[in-house]
Structure formats: structure tokens, C-alpha cells
């Protein structure tokens, strides 16, 4: 069993040292707004981020999650859609600091955040037809937790274009009846958005014998998986080690998806533990931008 240097570990950022909760990145339900949504009121309570942000705009901020509070955390829109703006805001500390802790870093935050909130919020729930009439989110997807999932899924896949998210789903589904994983799909156009939002060219392998995706100017190989079984362990390392020997990899990566509990992503993780193959990192989806801007820098 060949085992990992110290200077081959330096390499490669590891799960333990790129992992934020998940909340911060990803939205189950409303009650991640509301944990997220609080985390940041209970920073600016104990006065971290009174460098970045004036008490005009601190108010603001206080303001608004008392109104959210006050009408309940559970289908609020405004609530939902505050809690977006705070993940991009922390998606962007997370690229210029190569990570964030909201004790020494925080988010720029607007006097004007009420307006903004409600202004973006209007914007995604309507849109206009050809024909010229405004079609209402609410009227699509009357169910709050569905709505605010397709607004989530807009904004992260497809920069707010509602029909290009809709076009999706009749492709996806299309792709799904012959045969694709949708979970799987899910997860490649993730990664894919990630490696664009970067300008990193990425090649899309279909090769059975080694990883998803390469990224040459990286010298990164990317292995998607929505589920990992004992069985599938050494055909997993074979993988992965042909990619190693037919591209020279710098980097591998297994990407897993985010709602896998701890305990399968501790189980996951025993291959890169195990240092069989020691460029190797294995991450959930939420890391992997952390995880690429780290290498950048290498």
C-alpha cells in the first residue's frame, strides 16, 4: 500500500480543511435560511463586521430579520431570498480569501438592503411571455418549498433565466428516459457551472476507464458520484488510477453530493485516507470551488 507524503498532502486541499456547513452553501429546507439568516444577525450583535459595514447599514440588516421574524422563517419569500444573497456573498469571500470566517470576514452589507431584497425577489418570481403578459412563479409552483427550490436552482444554474431552467428540466427528464441519472446530471452541470465561473476549460470524458471530467489547466481529473457502495470501491481506484497513468494528473478529485450524512462521507473518504492513491481528495459538491481556487494557487 503506497502511502501519502507530507509534501504530496500540502498538495491537495483536504475535506477537513475546506468543509463549511452546509447551510452556508446549499438550501434543504427553510430552516436553513433561518440558521444561516441568524448566524449572520448574531455576528453583527457581537460586533463582527463593524469594519466592513456602516450602522445605517447594519440596521438595515437587523430590520429586516425582525420583519422575517416577526411573519415566521417557514414560506417566507423575503426570508428565502435574503438567505441566497447571503450565500453568494459568502460564495464570493469564499474565492477572494480562498476561504472565509465570518469573525474576521463578513459580508458588505447595503443601507438599502430591504429594497434590494424585495426588488431581486420580484425579479425572479415573474417573468414576461412573448406574447407580453407577466406569468407569476406563485401560479407555476404553488407550493411554497417547491417554489422557492425552483428559485434556488435558477439563480445558482442558470443566472435568474427561468425558461432556460424550465428548458432543463424537459431536457433532463429526456436524458433520464434514456437511460442518465438525473442525481448524477445534476451534479455534472454543478461542477460544470463551478469550472465556467472560473474560465477553466473543462473536457467531458466518456471514456469508461477514467474520470467524468479533465481539467487541463489544472491538470485535474473530477470523478462524480451520487452513491458509493463497498462493491464499488476497487472499480472506483481503478478508475482513478487509470486516469493517473493515461492523463498524469496533478489532481483527482471524487465529488459526492451534499446531503450525504457524515457518516458516508467518513466512509467515502477511507480512499483518500488510505493514501492508495495520494493526489487523491475526496469532496462534497458545496467544497469544490474552495477546493479549485486552493490548487489554483499551487
Given at each position: 500500500?503506497?502511502?501519502?507524503?507530507?509534501?504530496?498532502?500540502?498538495?491537495?486541499?483536504?475535506?477537513?480543511?475546506?468543509?463549511?456547513?452546509?447551510?452556508?452553501?446549499?438550501?434543504?429546507?427553510?430552516?436553513?435560511?433561518?440558521?444561516?439568516?441568524?448566524?449572520?444577525?448574531?455576528?453583527?450583535?457581537?460586533?463582527?463586521?463593524?469594519?466592513?459595514?456602516?450602522?445605517?447599514?447594519?440596521?438595515?440588516?437587523?430590520?429586516?430579520?425582525?420583519?422575517?421574524?416577526?411573519?415566521?422563517?417557514?414560506?417566507?419569500?423575503?426570508?428565502?431570498?435574503?438567505?441566497?444573497?447571503?450565500?453568494?456573498?459568502?460564495?464570493?469571500?469564499?474565492?477572494?480569501?480562498?476561504?472565509?470566517?465570518?469573525?474576521?470576514?463578513?459580508?458588505?452589507?447595503?443601507?438599502?438592503?430591504?429594497?434590494?431584497?424585495?426588488?431581486?425577489?420580484?425579479?425572479?418570481?415573474?417573468?414576461?411571455?412573448?406574447?407580453?403578459?407577466?406569468?407569476?412563479?406563485?401560479?407555476?409552483?404553488?407550493?411554497?418549498?417547491?417554489?422557492?427550490?425552483v428559485l434556488e436552482r435558477?439563480?445558482?444554474?442558470?443566472?435568474?433565466?427561468?425558461?432556460?431552467?424550465?428548458?432543463?428540466?424537459?431536457?433532463?427528464?429526456?436524458?433520464?428516459?434514456?437511460?442518465?441519472?438525473?442525481?448524477i446530471m445534476d451534479l455534472?452541470?454543478?461542477?460544470?457551472?463551478?469550472?465556467?465561473?472560473?474560465?477553466?476549460?473543462?473536457?467531458?470524458?466518456?471514456?469508461?476507464?477514467?474520470?467524468?471530467?479533465?481539467?487541463?489547466?489544472?491538470?485535474?481529473?473530477?470523478?462524480?458520484?451520487?452513491?458509493?457502495?463497498?462493491?464499488?470501491?476497487?472499480?472506483?481506484?481503478?478508475?482513478?488510477?487509470?486516469?493517473?497513468?493515461?492523463?498524469?494528473?496533478?489532481?483527482?478529485?471524487?465529488?459526492?453530493?451534499?446531503?450525504?450524512?457524515?457518516?458516508?462521507?467518513?466512509?467515502?473518504?477511507?480512499?483518500e485516507r488510505s493514501g492508495?492513491?495520494?493526489?487523491?481528495?475526496?469532496?462534497?459538491?458545496?467544497?469544490?470551488?474552495?477546493?479549485?481556487?486552493?490548487?489554483?494557487?499551487?
Amino acid at each position: 500500500m503506497k502511502t501519502t507524503s507530507k509534501k504530496e498532502s500540502s498538495l491537495r486541499p483536504s475535506a477537513t480543511n475546506l468543509s463549511t456547513p452546509i447551510y452556508h452553501r446549499r438550501r434543504r429546507d427553510w430552516r436553513d435560511d433561518q440558521y444561516l439568516i441568524e448566524e449572520v444577525l448574531r455576528h453583527l450583535e457581537e460586533g463582527n463586521g463593524s469594519n466592513q459595514n456602516t450602522p445605517k447599514s447594519i440596521a438595515a440588516f437587523k430590520k429586516i430579520v425582525s420583519e422575517i421574524a416577526s411573519a415566521g422563517f417557514q414560506s417566507n419569500d423575503r426570508a428565502f431570498t435574503l438567505a441566497i444573497w447571503i450565500r453568494e456573498q459568502l460564495t464570493e469571500l469564499a474565492v477572494q480569501h480562498g476561504g472565509y470566517d465570518l469573525r474576521v470576514h463578513f459580508l458588505k452589507i447595503s443601507s438599502n438592503i430591504g429594497e434590494i431584497i424585495s426588488a431581486r425577489y420580484e425579479k425572479f418570481v415573474n417573468f414576461e411571455h412573448q406574447t407580453g403578459n407577466i406569468i407569476s412563479l406563485d401560479i407555476l409552483f404553488p407550493d411554497p418549498e417547491i417554489r422557492s427550490h425552483v428559485l434556488e436552482r435558477v439563480q445558482l444554474l442558470h443566472k435568474g433565466n427561468l425558461l432556460s431552467y424550465l428548458d432543463s428540466l424537459v431536457k433532463g427528464e429526456r436524458e433520464s428516459l434514456s437511460g442518465e441519472s438525473a442525481t448524477i446530471m445534476d451534479l455534472i452541470h454543478i461542477c460544470e457551472e463551478k469550472l465556467k465561473q472560473r474560465n477553466l476549460k473543462t473536457i467531458s470524458n466518456f471514456n469508461a476507464n477514467e474520470v467524468d471530467l479533465l481539467v487541463p489547466g489544472l491538470s485535474l481529473g473530477i470523478e462524480i458520484r451520487d452513491a458509493l457502495c463497498s462493491s464499488d470501491r476497487e472499480d472506483l481506484i481503478r478508475v482513478l488510477m487509470n486516469t493517473n497513468s493515461s492523463k498524469n494528473t496533478k489532481f483527482l478529485v471524487v465529488i459526492c453530493p451534499d446531503d450525504l450524512s457524515d457518516l458516508l462521507f467518513y466512509n467515502w473518504r477511507e480512499i483518500e485516507r488510505s493514501g492508495i492513491v495520494p493526489n487523491l481528495s475526496v469532496l462534497r459538491v458545496g467544497d469544490l470551488g474552495k477546493y479549485l481556487d486552493k490548487i489554483s494557487l499551487n
